[in-house]
């Protein structure tokens, strides 16, 4: 038992080591770009958003945080801390741990890992972005909206195209470079005694997956077809309940 306590304790010393060391990894990263204003307090040019993907696949729910705990310490840091932030926070870790998620349900019995080295990978990897990138831009908007920062109808689309771009393109190149150094490299060690586990049921996997393709398809109506405009409850309402849906369908 005295063994199984130690073991666990250092377990947990190196997932908060780990963490630490992705959390300050995105924040320095967001910090570098804040003059690359596209909505000034808001949003701008975003590489960092090419990280949640990769953090959350390699590393589950540690590294869903360490989105999270980045954004918002840069936000902090740089300057532009507001209620929004709170959205930013909870759009931050559900870009990292919705894939990771869905990716557990869906993979097959002798993956542990996704490791984009066919052309079904490069497709899940895909469909993760996607879905990735529309768990932002369904999440952060509601809070900027409430408070007056920006229109959700607005800044949905802005979101989901910056995310996405962002992950598919420059994600991919990132996470095969981390993944030869976590998975094959001399990180090896430490991730097969952090690495997040999670059991994902297929119906659970495909349900999350549902749910985050209803956010886009219906924010995407939305954003198209609805006055730019604040405190439209039909938006605010719809995609709030959608919202709520994904947060529970990523804990359920």
Known sequence: MLAG?????????????????????????????????????ITEIRPVNAFPICFGLLFGNVGAIACGLGNFIGDLIGGTLTLGSIGG???NYAMAYVPFRVWRGIKRENEEVLLLGS????????????????????????????????PYTILFGIIF???????????????????????YGVLRPTWLRIRDKTIVSLRQSFSLAIITLLCLVVGGVFFFTTPKG??????????????????????A
């Open 230 to 251: 604040y405190g439209n409850t039909v938006v605010l309402y719809t995609m709030g309940i959608i919202s709520v849906l994904m947060v529970v369908g990523m804990k």
């Open 161 to 183: 195209v910056n995310d996405f771009v962002a992950e598919l393109f420059l994600g991919t190149i990132i996470y095969k470079f981390l993944a030869s150094i976590v998975i």
């Open 5 to 41: 306590d130690i073991m666990r304790t250092g377990n947990m010393t190196e997932k908060l080591t780990v963490g630490a060391l992705l959390t300050a990894i995105f924040a320095v990263t967001a910090l570098a770009f804040k003059g690359f204003v596209i909505i000034p307090g």
């Open 89 to 91: 926070f909870i759009g």
């Open 119 to 150: 052309w079904r990978h490069y497709m899940l990897f895909f469909f993760l972005c996607l879905l990735s990138s529309t768990t932002a831009a369904g999440i952060i908007p509601l809070f900027t909206d409430i408070i007056q920062m920006a």
